[in-house]
């Protein structure tokens, strides 16, 4: 099985330019067509939110017009930047969660049972997992308990250590009453994932970045995005600011037949850049 994920796309209406800078509307048509090019064709894309860049219908007009030619199936979560009523009523085919709830939902068609996360606090730009959404997830982790599982959702439980974007990472829900902390936010996340061992990856976007560790023992991976990237500024209240480092996918690939190696990752550049050249001539010489 592969798994291509697409994220934080940015889309402003009238293909505005994202931040006074970023030309996100041909940022995406580039992915959509890097999508396209790949052979074998990927059985799924996944988008890990920032559809669009304030939440609103314009955006997920233009978001739909471009993702038009895209021949493989394809879902999507809201991030930080949308906002569900819009999202869900642009896209209902793509996001098959009932409409005025939180919008996650299962997919079993696939070798891997796909699981979407809703982390979006709406107006605000940390996400959020209220006891509420993790019962939700443990629950519809309890009722396939064998079925190896991926989790995609936008913000990470992560601490990446670029300050201000764990200011906005997953954090606990101040409005969460008497639910003990350990309980919701990513230690919720975490108790949950103990107590079932289905879980083989956690696939996440917000951070602009590619970032790949072990979190309570489940791979986690971030994607960059489409359009720009978070500069990786490690220092103490390093300044928020983006650049436009090349911007990529990243491919999932899962198989019973890898030996035991579970989820795979690799980072896929989108853009022209030269090659491919052959390291070895026609009589099988190394070249040079």
């Not at 979560?77 to 819009?86: E, K, L, S, T």
């Not at 939700?136 to 990446?160: C, G, K, N």
């Not at 230690?187 to 072990?214: D, E, F, K």
């Amino acid at each position: 099985m592969l798994i291509a994920q697409i994220t934080d796309l940015h889309i402003r209406a009238d293909r505005q330019l994202a931040y006074g800078q970023v030309d996100t509307a041909t940022a995406l048509e580039n992915a959509v067509a890097h999508a396209q090019a790949l052979d074998p064709a990927p059985d799924v894309i996944l988008f890990t939110g920032d559809i669009g860049d304030i939440g609103i219908a314009g955006e997920y007009d233009l978001v739909a017009e471009i993702l038009a030619p895209l021949s493989s199936p394809w879902y999507m979560i809201p991030g930080n930047h949308d906002r569900r009523v819009a999202l869900h009523r642009a896209f209902p085919r793509a996001i098959p969660a009932q409409a005025g709830g939180f919008l996650q939902y299962a997919v079993r068609d696939f070798p891997l049972h796909l699981i979407a996360l809703d982390t979006l606090h709406e107006g605000f730009g940390h996400g959020v997992l209220c006891a509420e959404r993790l019962t939700w997830l443990d629950r519809e982790l309890a009722r396939h308990p064998d079925q190896p599982t991926l989790i995609f959702m936008h913000h990470p439980p992560i601490i990446s250590g670029i300050d201000h974007m764990d200011g906005l990472r997953l954090l606990p829900d101040t409005n969460s009453g008497d639910t003990p902390v350990d309980e919701i936010g990513a230690a919720g996340l975490a108790a949950v994932l103990a107590r079932h061992g289905s879980v083989v990856g956690i696939i996440c976007g917000h951070i602009h970045r590619p970032i790949h560790c072990l979190w309570h023992g489940v791979p986690l991976s971030v994607a960059p995005s489409v359009a720009h990237q978070v500069v990786g500024d490690f220092r103490k209240n390093g300044p928020a600011a983006f650049n436009l480092e090349p911007p990529a996918i990243l491919l999932h690939f899962w198989s019973d037949a890898m030996h035991g190696q579970g989820l795979l990752t690799h980072t896929s550049y989108i853009g022209h850049y030269d090659g491919p050249y052959p390291f070895f001539d026609k009589t099988g010489k190394l070249i040079g």
